[in-house]
C-alpha cells in the first residue's frame, strides 16, 4: 500500500536535508553534451555527480542520516564495499562521530583505503556482502552504535533528494531523467521530489541485466530477490529492493529499463574519450541506455545522473583496451614469416612507416599450423584507424608476408 504521508514526509525532509548537505558537498555542474546529443537523438545534460565530495552522490544521503544522529549514539557502523562506505566515513568524520565500516574480505585495497583515509575503522568480514551486513547489525548491538542503511531509510532518501532540488534550480525545465538504480535509494529520492514539484518529468530507473532486481519486483508487485551476476556496474548490485524504496519507486517512477555489459563499458569509455571525465560503472548506466537506442527520446531533453566516478584502475585499464580495439585505434594481426634474420625487421618496418606504435609481440614457432621454417607472429600496435591498419596488411603482403586482422 502507497502510503502519501511517508511521501510528504521524505519531500519536506529533502529540503531541510538540503541546508544540512550543501554545507558539506559540491555543487555538481550540469552540462549539455553536444555529442552525446548527436549520437542518441535526443538533447542530453549531465549532472556530473562523480565529481561530488567522495567520489559519489553517496555522501548526500549518509550526511543527511548522520547529521539526525547527532548528539543521540556514539557511533555509526555501515556495510558496504563501495560508495556508501565512503559516504558514511565522510558524514561521521563532518559530525565528529566514530565510525565503523565492514566490508567482504573482497573489497578492493583502493576502496578500503579511501574509507580508512576518511577516519573510519574498517573491518573486513565475510566473503559476501550479506555476512559483511551480519556482522555490521552486531557490532552496532555491541557497542551501542546506530547502523546507517545503505538505501532503505527514509533520511537517507531525503539525502539522496537533495540532488533533485539541486537540479532543479540549475535547470527548469527537462522531459525525462535517467536514474541508476541498486537498492533503490537514490531513486526514490528523486521522484518523491520530482513527481511532487514537476510531475510531467519521466523517471526512468536503468539496471544492469545482470542485476535487474527492481525490474523484476515491479513485475512481481512485491519487492524479490533476484541473485545478481558479475557486472562492470558493481554499485547497482544489490538483492532485492528495500520495502521503502520499492514502494516509492513502484508508485512515482515510470519506467525501468536494463542494459548489457558491453553498452556499460563502451559508455564509460565515451564518457572519458569526449567528456574528459571519468565515470563508474553504475553510474554510467544512464549514458549506456542513450547510446543503446534502447528508449525513444527524440529530441526530448534528457538530464543523466553520472552518480559515481570511483572505478577500480584495473577494471579501467580493461575497458580502455577493449574501447580503443572497438574504435580501430589498437589493432592485433597475425601471420607468418620466414623465420631467417631481417623478416621481422622488414615486417616492423611497414607498421613503423604508417605510424603504427607496437605495444605486444608474440613470436611462436611451436604452432603445429606453421608452415616449416616460418615462425606465427602475433603483433599488437597503436594505429590512427583501421582504414590504415588495412593498408599495412595489404603492404605487408605485397613484401610476401601473410598478415590477417584479428577482431
Ligand atoms: C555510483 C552509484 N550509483 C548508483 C547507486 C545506486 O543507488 P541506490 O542503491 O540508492 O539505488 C550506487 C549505490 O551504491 C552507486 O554507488
Redesign the pocket.
Known amino acids: 500500500m502507497f502510503s502519501e504521508a511517508l511521501w510528504n514526509s521524505i519531500v519536506e525532509d529533502s529540503r531541510r536535508a538540503l541546508e544540512v548537505v550543501r554545507g558539506y558537498t559540491h555543487i555538481t555542474p550540469l552540462s549539455y553534451s553536444a555529442s552525446l546529443s548527436r549520437m542518441s537523438g535526443c538533447r542530453v545534460y549531465l549532472k556530473y555527480e562523480n565529481l561530488q565530495k567522495t567520489g559519489?552522490f553517496?555522501v548526500r544521503g549518509a550526511l543527511y542520516k548522520v547529521y539526525t544522529l547527532r548528539g543521540k549514539v556514539r557511533g555509526v557502523v555501515a556495510a558496504s564495499a563501495?560508495?556508501?562506505a565512503q559516504g558514511v566515513a565522510y558524514a561521521a568524520s563532518m559530525f565528529n562521530m566514530s565510525s565503523v565500516i565492514v566490508m567482504p574480505e573482497n573489497a578492493s585495497i583502493s576502496k578500503v583505503e579511501a574509507t580508512q583515509s576518511y577516519g573510519a575503522e574498517v573491518i573486513l568480514y565475510g566473503r559476501v556482502y550479506d555476512e559483511a551486513y551480519a556482522r555490521a547489525l552486531e557490532i552496532a548491538r555491541e557497542r551501542g552504535y546506530e547502523f546507517v542503511h545503505?538505501?532503505d531509510d527514509p533520511h537517507v532518501i531525503a539525502g539522496?533528494a537533495t540532488i533533485a532540488w539541486e537540479l532543479l534550480e540549475q535547470m527548469e525545465d527537462f522531459d525525462v531523467i535517467l536514474v541508476?538504480?541498486?537498492?533503490?535509494?537514490?531513486?526514490a529520492g528523486v521522484a518523491s521530489v520530482l513527481k511532487r514539484v514537476k510531475p510531467s518529468v519521466k523517471i526512468i530507473g536503468v539496471e544492469p541485466e545482470a542485476a535487474p532486481k527492481m525490474k523484476e519486483s515491479l513485475k512481481a508487485g512485491k519487492p524479490v530477490v533476484v541473485e545478481p551476476k558479475p557486472t562492470v556496474a558493481d554499485?547497482?548490485v544489490?538483492r532485492r529492493p528495500g520495502d521503502i524504496t520499492f514502494q516509492l519507486a513502484s508508485n512515482l517512477v515510470d519506467d525501468i529499463v536494463t542494459v548489457g555489459e558491453e553498452d556499460i563499458s563502451r559508455a564509460i569509455y565515451m564518457l572519458l574519450e569526449r567528456k574528459k571525465t571519468l565515470v563508474?560503472g553504475?553510474?554510467a548506466v544512464g549514458v549506456a541506455t542513450l547510446l543503446s537506442g534502447k528508449l525513444k527520446l527524440e529530441d526530448k531533453k534528457v538530464v543523466a545522473l553520472l552518480?559515481?566516478g570511483n572505478i577500480d584502475l584495473t577494471v579501467l585499464n580493461r575497458i580502455i583496451l577493449r574501447g580503443l580495439a572497438e574504435s580501430g585505434k589498437l589493432a592485433r594481426i597475425t601471420g607468418y614469416i620466414p623465420d631467417y634474420p631481417g623478416q621481422l625487421r622488414k615486417t616492423l618496418d611497414v607498421i613503423a612507416r604508417h605510424r603504427g606504435n607496437i605495444l605486444d609481440i608474440i613470436h611462436d614457432r611451436s604452432d603445429p599450423q606453421t608452415p616449416a621454417w616460418h615462425a606465427k607472429v602475433t603483433i599488437v600496435f597503436e594505429t590512427p584507424n583501421t582504414s590504415i591498419t588495412r593498408k599495412i596488411v595489404e603492404e605487408l603482403e605485397r613484401e610476401g608476408f601473410k598478415f590477417h586482422l584479428e577482431r
Not at 541508476?180 to 531513486?187: D, E, F
Open positions: 559519489s553517496k563501495g560508495n556508501h545503505a538505501f539522496q541508476p538504480v541498486g537498492g533503490g535509494g537514490l531513486i554499485g547497482l544489490t563508474e553504475a553510474g552518480s559515481g
